[in-house]
């Protein structure tokens, strides 16, 4: 009865790290270089300029985040209240050297990271 418990009990502490070794190549490099699929049918979630308009934070329809640079900075993006996506041949990925639009201006990404939530600015507190 004891033999058969300590057998497994082993066996598990064998594949331990195995499971650790797993876990640890699943995760997401931030740095690596992606593109955003179905963007254009399953339209953004939302999406936030960062400060000083040089980049967007976009959220999937899969609540993911990701962080688009520009080449050169977008002004009218911290004022936009839709945005739209111009492909490469009218595809649905969005990807490096597609283009953002945003009010009458045309901003062109540079590279498209995975990314955290963006942290919002704090408000000024009433005294």
């Known amino acids: 009865m004891i033999r058969p418990v300590v057998t497994s009990l082993v066996s598990a502490l064998l594949l331990l790290p195995c499971t650790a070794e797993a876990q640890s ?5 931030r740095n690596q270089e992606v593109s955003i699929p179905f ?15 040089r980049g967007v934070y976009i959220q999937n329809a899969r609540r993911q985040w990701f962080y688009a640079r520009f080449f050169t900075r ?7 209240t839709r945005i739209g996506f111009q492909t490469f041949g009218g595809g649905s990925t ?4 597609d283009t953002i639009i945003a009010g009458r201006e045309r901003c062109r990404i540079a590279s498209i990271v995975r990314s955290d939530p963006p942290t919002r600015p704090r408000r000024a507190r009433r005294s």
């Open 39 to 53: 963007i254009t049918r399953g339209h953004p979630r939302a999406f936030r300029p960062d400060r000083d308009g």
């Open 94 to 97: 969005l990807s490096r050297g």
């Open 74 to 80: 977008c002004n009218e993006l911290p004022f936009a």
């Open 25 to 29: 190549t699943a995760r997401v490099d």
